[in-house]
């Protein structure tokens, strides 16, 4: 166990002390407080706050996704208005017409059944 030593302190810090500290002695909370401000001397603490290069790189990768999914958006829109030589729109629409309703009744019945 290590050495014990008296601190002598105002009455007025005790009472905060003694009201913040919970379940945890006055001694642990007090060493709680000086790691959490001065840190253990081992590990650099991090920042607490937001860079604004971090804002920046944050704020460009996300313009970047916003125009990929745009990209996107637009070939697909392209895509789609072209007509397609091998299935017609009106014939893919027809087999979406079809199965997904098939499988979604074959899904409920399974579930029902379990």
Known sequence: MSEMRIMVLPAELVVRVDENRG???RA?????LLNSQL???EQE???QFVTWESL???EGGM???LRSFLDFFITYGLEIGKDSGEIGLE???ERLKEEPSSSVSA???RTTVR
């Open 23 to 25: 379940d945890v002695s």
């Open 28 to 32: 642990e909370f007090i060493n709680l």
């Open 39 to 41: 840190g253990n001397g």
């Open 45 to 47: 603490q991090q920042p």
């Open 56 to 58: 920046a790189e944050l």
């Open 63 to 65: 313009k970047e996704l």
């Open 91 to 93: 014939a893919l629409s």
């Open 107 to 109: 899904r409920r019945k």
